[in-house]
């Protein structure tokens, strides 16, 4: 059976490269309109007779297109920020919890994560679960991306030379806090630290940790070890060995790219009091077209591999 998939804002970052890994696969046929994208009844035909629609947008084109749904059978993911909080919408990190995987199968309205959030949920909302971090905790996230995750302005200053860092989001109002906060059972507002580097893509997210100051002051083993067990099997999420992290002496953030991968480190002395927590990943793989790819999978009934690595 082959399924009829639309990219609405197929020619941004996103949309480029979630169809760069369904355009070749024979169980999907890519609907393209070319010239007639922006023909206002083109695309409400086509949001309307697609098996499954991916909005690749701006949060209020993500909005308006996501209203001229009216084929109730039409699965949407939508890659903007418009709907991760809603609670009307599935989240869709399949790795984020016990069950979830189930709920976007079974979803029709599935609001894809940002890449920041990915790697601070698949950190985080396990050592709450297990009450290592109280949901009251302050907690900081600092993390650096490459370039690509800023658009088309952002890519083309880091390409013209203008700069080998930026500092950003200092307003502490990023418009991931709420869905770093609500994804993670987290009860005050993360604060978020986050920069670009002058690099194409790639992602670190870091959580550090005085576990000291935590209750009961748990190990860096305890640590580790609930993560290993919240993300035990599954397929894009790994948590490395201590012996192994133990042995690093840095982290390059191009180590995952290209892939739907996410490798979650614990750095800390075993005797010691402080832990820093780092998720590697590709922001523009795990972090948003393969995370797309990954749903549109399991909403159609897929195995959720399926033309991933």
């Not at 990190?93 to 995987?101: D, V």
């Not at 940002?114 to 971090?133: D, E, H």
């Not at 959580?207 to 000291?212: A, F, K, R, S, W």
């Not at 790219?257 to 793989?285: K, P």
């Amino acid at each position: 059976m082959t399924h009829t998939i639309f990219i609405d804002g197929e020619a941004g970052t996103t949309g480029l490269e979630i169809r760069e890994r369904v355009e070749a696969r024979g169980d999907l046929e890519l609907i393209l309109l070319g010239d007639r994208r922006r023909d206002l009844e083109a695309r409400r035909e086509t949001l309307n007779s697609a098996d499954a629609v991916i909005l690749c947008l701006p949060d209020d084109a993500a909005r308006e297109a996501v209203a001229m749904i009216d084929n109730p059978a039409v699965r949407v993911i939508d890659a903007s920020t418009a709907y991760r909080v809603d609670p009307a919408w599935t989240y869709g990190f399949a790795e984020m919890a016990p069950g979830q995987r189930e709920k976007i199968s079974g979803a029709t309205r599935v609001s894809n994560p940002g890449c920041y959030p990915t790697g601070f949920i698949g950190l985080v909302r396990p050592l709450v679960s297990a009450g290592i971090i109280p949901a009251g905790w302050p907690v900081t996230v600092n993390a650096v991306s490459g370039y690509s995750g800023g658009g088309k302005a952002m890519i083309a200053e880091f390409e013209a030379g203008a700069e080998a860092f930026r500092a950003y989001g200092l307003s502490l109002k990023h418009k991931h806090v709420p869905e770093m906060t609500r994804h993670t059972g987290l009860e005050r507002p993360v604060l978020f630290a986050p920069a670009v580097g002058s690099y194409r893509q790639g992602m670190l997210v870091e959580v550090p940790l005085h576990l000291g100051a935590l209750p009961g002051s748990p190990s860096v083993e305890v640590v580790h070890g609930a993560l290993a067990e919240a993300h035990a099997g599954a397929r894009f999420v790994e948590v490395a060995e201590l012996e192994a992290t133990e042995a690093m002496t840095g982290i390059d953030p191009e180590g995952l790219n290209g892939t739907n991968r996410m490798r979650l480190h614990v750095f800390g002395d075993r005797g010691g009091e402080q832990v820093r927590l780092v998720a590697l990943l590709d922001n523009l793989g795990k972090g948003a077209s393969g995370a797309a790819v990954q749903n549109l999978n399991l909403m159609l009934g897929l195995d959720e591999g399926t033309g991933l690595s």
